[in-house]
């Protein structure tokens, strides 16, 4: 099938009445249709392993599953019926359950560089109550992220810093570092000196920190006696069962889980050392802080799910398998693009488990134009790949139909790199940024 033949009608009419009612048509930007090329943003029915069906009936390989929270495939048998057998006994009361001790008990053993642990049911709440109980603690106000990482949270502390910062009135108190760069790190905490209540940075993204890198924040963070905050939402599971910290050795004073947690149930977890999440509960002496409280942060169903998921990972090597997956998909890509003498501008990049891809112009600058391009091909094959994320539900066949349908997109990007004008392939307006100023 041509991409020109390739169309998704009834998606198509889904996507209006989507937007007619829900404001951007989605329930997260990054899902938006303004991410895929115009008229072949899939509407999904279903999904089951590595695979989903659009209501127009076609099914793809999917990668980047649910925003990376889908690690283990769609309706794992373990997951769905651990979450089936708590239904049963009911999902939340007007006390604790009894699952609740044994979902922390598993997690902290899954991660046992932390010593605490408070579940919820987005990443955004946990990292938000990591920064409020940095600032209890410490006395101070500013919070340092890094700057090179895309997001942490929906609050105003972090969404102030975007380009959408549309009705939030000040963020004087974030700053932010730049990763991988100790001494401007320093600089900053010299400068902001007594001020700064933590660093938070993802500990490790499409590169692998320098070495001694964490080390040596770690090493900042005490002597500037502020808070070092790892942001897991990614790592956790994807590079070790126990995340980045359980990796490279270095444990932080707090540290945020989600996505791979519940995979695709709604589950997040703050962790950290006893002495600072003890601030947040009734058996200190200080003044109470309000550090988590939500309705349905202990939903059974979920917990379930997430003792299911990390049963699985420590049974079945889940992790070394997407590792193992991802070095397959990103040989064959590679090899796919310097086939058709695009190797410089279709760019794999990232760790095994965690890829992603950078289309690049003529002049090797990020092109929306190339991406829509590329995108567009790999729809009308039947690969869904915002990123090239992978799931421990891929057979080696899934990777293989993959790098063929890559290697025809490759084909046509040349094209269009020999015509210097991306254009003529495109059919309508480029995919879009998530984080951008106007609409």
Not at 222 to 238: A, P, Q, S, W
Request: proline letters at 5%; aromatic letters at 8%.
């Amino acid at each position: 099938m041509t991409t020109e033949e390739f169309e998704l009608p009834r998606s198509r009419q889904a996507n209006e009445r989507l937007h007619a009612l829900i404001p951007g048509g989605a329930h997260t930007y990054a899902k938006g249709d303004d991410q895929y090329p115009e008229g072949l943003a899939p509407v999904i029915s279903h999904g089951r392993g590595a695979h989903v069906w659009d209501i127009d009936g076609n099914r793809y390989i999917e990668y980047g599953s649910g925003l990376r929270s889908v690690s283990l495939g769609h309706a794992h048998p373990r997951v769905t019926e651990a979450v089936r057998r708590e239904i049963d006994r009911g999902s939340n009361f007007v006390r604790p359950s009894i699952v609740e001790v044994e979902a922390a008990e598993r997690f902290l053993a899954t991660v046992p560089t932390a010593e605490m642990v408070k579940f919820a049911k987005n990443g955004s709440d946990a990292t938000t109550a990591a920064v409020r109980l940095a600032r209890a603690v410490t006395g101070r106000p500013r919070v340092a992220l890094c700057g090179n990482h895309p997001f942490f949270s929906v609050d105003d502390w972090f969404i102030g810093t975007t380009p959408m910062s549309a009705g939030i009135p000040a963020t004087d108190l974030t700053v932010t570092f730049p990763y991988g760069d100790l001494p401007a790190t320093e600089e900053l905490l010299t400068r902001h000196e007594g001020e700064i209540a933590c660093l938070i940075l993802e500990p490790a993204t499409h590169t692998e920190p320098p070495p001694g890198y964490l080390a040596g924040l770690r090493e900042l963070a005490d002597r500037h006696r502020c808070v070092l905050v790892f942001d897991e939402m990614i790592t956790g599971f994807r590079w070790s069962e126990a995340g980045a910290q359980g990796l490279y050795g270095v444990v932080p004073d707090l540290s945020t889980f989600g996505k791979a947690l519940g995979n695709g149930f709604a589950v997040s977890a703050l962790a950290g050392r006893r002495e600072l999440m003890e601030w947040g509960g009734l058996r200190h002496s200080g003044d109470r802080v309000f550090l988590l409280s939500t309705t349905h942060g202990a939903e059974t169903h979920s917990l379930a799910a997430a003792m299911a998921v990390q049963t699985t990972y420590a049974e079945e090597g889940v992790t070394a398998r997407l590792h193992a997956l991802g070095e397959r998909l990103a040989a064959g890509v590679r090899g796919a693009a310097d086939a058709m003498g695009v190797g410089d501008h279709l760019v794999v990049r990232g760790r095994a488990s965690n890829l992603v891809f950078a289309t690049l112009d003529e002049s090797g600058r990020p092109s929306q134009e190339y991406r829509t391009l590329f995108l567009r091909r790999l729809l009308a094959g039947g690969v869904l790949a915002p990123s090239f994320v992978v799931s421990g539900a891929l057979g080696e066949e899934d990777i293989d139909r993959t790098v063929d349908v890559v290697a025809q997109a490759c084909a046509v990007y040349r094209k269009a790199l020999d015509a210097g004008d991306p254009g003529p392939w495109l059919a309508g307006r480029p995919v879009k940024p998530v984080f951008r100023r106007s609409v």
